[in-house]
């Protein structure tokens, strides 16, 4: 294993937005298998610290690689394009008023404390973001639409942060 391998590498997979995760997870595992801490707890310094630190690369590479959102970032920084999430928060009026719509009927519905809507409202947003997945998936693996993909990346980012709240809705009528 090589510390300058990128995650993909690390995981001897290919450079792609299509991950097979099944294989990820079980290349992951062999991988802990072999540095995890634990084994080497009777093991000099040096050995210790090098196994925390493969350990907790790997751990970082296969966090970043199963996330979608985080693979697609990861891609178009090794492929020299900035999202620009920090920088560029310019988004087109029709995507931020539905980003307000949907806001609005979040809030209406954990005010109403209606579950039921709730529930309905993440599953619309799940089926929408699976489809923006599917098309950055072209963009990046088939096109190599690399600006139109961060774009695609910085749109996510917002409906991410939606799902998260819907989510957070749900939690809170629970409790």
């Not at 990128?6 to 299509?18: P, S, V, Y």
């Not at 072209?138 to 096109?143: E, S």
């Not at 695609?152 to 629970?174: G, H, N, T, Y």
Request: aromatic share 8%.
């Amino acid at each position: 294993m090589n510390f300058n391998d990128d995650h993909f590498a690390l995981f001897e997979l290919r450079r792609t937005f299509r991950l097979d995760i099944p294989l990820l997870d079980r290349r992951y595992r062999e991988i802990q298998a072999q540095v995890h801490p634990d084994k080497f707890a009777q093991a000099g310094d040096a050995e210790r610290r090098l196994s925390l630190q493969w350990a907790t690369r790997a751990n970082e590479a296969y966090q970043t690689l199963k996330n979608p959102l985080s693979r697609a970032q990861y891609l178009l920084r090794i492929a020299g394009q900035d999202v620009g999430a920090e920088n560029n928060t310019a988004m087109p009026e029709d995507f931020l008023l539905e980003q307000m719509e949907w806001r609005e009927a979040v809030a209406e519905a954990r005010l109403g404390r209606e579950q039921g809507e709730l529930e309905h409202l993440h599953l619309r947003l799940k089926q929408q973001m699976t489809g923006r997945y599917e098309q950055l998936a072209v963009l990046l693996d088939d096109r190599h639409d690399y600006p139109s993909a961060a774009d695609l990346v910085r749109r996510l980012m917002f409906l991410e942060k939606l799902l998260f709240e819907i989510d957070d809705a749900m939690a809170a009528l629970e409790a």
